[in-house]
């Protein structure tokens, strides 16, 4: 019966001690632990076994080829238009890769969980905001490097201008795809089930499908928006 007593005090006591953890040293430890998985995530390459650069070359290798189709992938699927928006189904899906609205998504979870006292609601918004801000940076800068020509342009899937800050010019990789799945992975591993997989993934591959089919990215952007997208959300 002692030995319960203590051991009900001890554990009463580490409660307490959770529930007195203030807003501001909530937004450190979360602060702290951004910057901690953010270092992980881009120093990465610099801890890869042999194994794992075959697969990085693998890949790269993979979405080179994949650009020799993009054309033909163009013609099967793409309409007549050079706008993102249409008016139709596709606009849904093509909203879901907007980054502005993801943030505000991811920002007002944190927020909701930080001044509700709801740990797991606060930690959810923080993993979505770390899966957007290390995927979104690193998209940034690859689409800033290549300066790839979109298909509307008629210059072909072959047409890279080099160092471009111009989005009319940063095809590669696709933003709205890597928003999709950094998003989607995040919610639908959280939730651990095939349902929230099927509608997470499902919702991104919409995503990707829409930019296609609107004439503002190629297959192979796509491809590599999605491989951003998981690998900042796992």
Known sequence: MKSFLILFSLLTTLVSAQSDITIPQKLLN????????????????LRMNSCEFLYAGAIAAGTYGLMYNDQTMKDAIGRETIKTLNGDFWDAPTYYGFVQYANIAAFSTYTVGLFSGEDEIRKVGRMLIQSL??????????????????????????????????????????????????????????????????????????????????????????????????????
């Open 133 to 234: 801000s290390y995927s979104g940076i690193t998209v940034m800068f690859i689409r800033t490097l290549f300066g790839r020509e979109r298909p509307y342009s008629g210059e072909g899937p072959w047409a890279f201008t080099g160092l471009s800050f111009d989005n009319e010019i940063q095809s590669f990789p696709s933003g709205h795809c890597t928003v999709a799945f950094a998003f989607s992975t995040v919610l639908a591993e959280y939730f651990d089930s095939i349902y929230s997989r099927v509608f997470f993934y499902g919702l991104g591959s919409l995503t990707a499908y829409a930019r296609i089919l609107n004439n503002q990215h190629w297959f192979s952007d796509i491809l590599m928006g999605f491989l951003i997208g998981i690998s900042g959300g796992i």
């Open 30 to 45: 979360d602060g702290l632990i951004f910057l901690k998985d953010g270092g992980q995530y881009f120093t990465y390459p």
